[in-house]
């Protein structure tokens, strides 16, 4: 079974400090990571995987096997960040490719 | 940028009742899924869908749902006789691959549906 798990619902920090969101998951085989965004009366678009090992946004988030993680982190937080953001995970085992989706972490920048 | 729609953004209707959700993918896009968030709670895997056929469907998609793809735009789901506790946002998302390496998948705005 897959499992993702966001541990904090809501986070708030000021604008330029470091922000990470947790993200921990469960799966027994090889699995693709996540992180989509939705930003206030927008549709959910995905922020960046973990494939990729880019940075969008000043957003960056490495798979951690061994601790089975996925955190998002960025070293600067800007209020444009202020959205709801979701990690996801997709089994390669598994066809159809579904995403699992954790509970999501409301993030809030204050200025 | 092509985008996924969805209509309607809010369907209310009456407990037993059938609904039908529209969704229109990416034009190039060959996968299609459905997804629901009940209010408050996390965003669910309802279906997949790939060549006129379902792929993958979870528990929560029984015997009341089914999906179409009734012409060469249009993704639809239907609910043949709607429970209060079918009340969510339906979401529907597309992409252009699957399978051994997840393409990105690209999410509709929804569709609220509210059961009296």
């Known amino acids: 079974a897959q499992r993702v798990t966001q541990p904090e619902k809501l986070l708030s920090v000021f604008k330029g400090a470091p922000v990470e969101l947790k993200c921990n998951y469960s799966y027994s085989g090889s699995p693709e990571l996540f992180w989509y965004v939705q930003y206030s009366r927008q549709r959910l678009q995905l922020l960046l995987r973990h494939i990729s090992r880019e940075s969008i946004k000043g957003f960056t988030a490495d798979l951690n096997k061994g601790e089975t993680s996925f955190h998002l982190k960025k070293p600067f937080a800007q209020e444009e960040d202020s959205a709801m953001y979701y990690c996801a995970l997709s089994g390669q085992e598994t066809s159809g490719s579904r995403l699992t989706f954790g509970e999501g972490t409301q993030l809030t920048v204050n200025p | 940028e092509p985008e996924v729609t969805q209509t309607p953004s809010h369907q209310v209707t009456q407990m037993g009742q059938e609904v039908i959700l529209r969704c229109v993918p990416i034009s190039n896009h060959l996968y299609f899924y459905w997804y629901r968030q009940i209010l408050g709670q996390k965003v669910e895997f309802l279906v997949s869908f790939y060549n006129n056929e379902i792929s993958e469907k979870s528990e929560i998609f029984d015997d009341q749902f089914s999906v179409e793809r009734p012409d060469g735009s249009n993704f639809t789901l239907k609910i043949r006789s709607t429970k209060l506790e079918d009340s969510a946002m339906y979401f529907c998302?597309?992409?252009?691959?699957?399978?051994?390496?997840?393409?990105?998948?690209?999410f509709g705005p929804g569709t609220r549906l509210t059961v009296l």
């Open positions: 998302a597309s992409s252009k691959l699957a399978g051994a390496l997840t393409d990105t998948q690209y």
